[in-house]
């Protein structure tokens, strides 16, 4: 089991690893070549990047969050179809982190960009 905690390693400006508290979700080493704005200690990672959501589905426990970063070219949203969460604005290398409290799946999409779809599974 990995340690709790995240981290992120800026190499060249670029994201090279993310941990959540149980498995690697991090995407390829250079995936993001915006500076990361914010930590994100204790998330499983979502990239934001060609208009989609990386990975498309999580899996996580009740207590445990989640991190998107927008290593897109355009701003994006995480935002919850049921209301129950909406991000700001995210511009290219902001990121945004949601708890996960109680045990449900949340699908979600990005605002300006409807065909964008997401979906976290909490148990």
Not at 14 to 26: I, K, N, P, V, Y
Not at 57 to 70: D, F, K, L, Q
Request: aromatic share 8%; with cysteine; glycine share 12%.
């Amino acid at each position: 089991m990995l340690a709790l905690g995240a981290s992120i390693a800026l190499a060249g400006g670029a994201l090279a690893g993310c941990f959540s508290e149980r498995e690697a979700t991090a995407p390829a080493e250079g995936v993001c070549s915006f500076p990361i704005t914010e930590g994100v200690p204790g998330s499983t990672i979502v990239v934001i990047q060609d208009f989609a959501f990386g990975p498309g589905e999580v899996r996580i426990r009740a207590g445990e969050r989640v991190t998107w970063i927008n290593c897109d070219t355009d701003t994006h949203t995480s935002t919850s179809d049921g209301g129950v969460w909406a991000s700001p604005i995210l511009i290219p290398g902001e990121a945004f982190t949601q708890a996960f409290p109680t045990v449900g799946e949340f699908p979600y999409h990005c605002e300006p960009h409807p065909f964008m779809i997401g979906r976290v599974i909490v148990d």
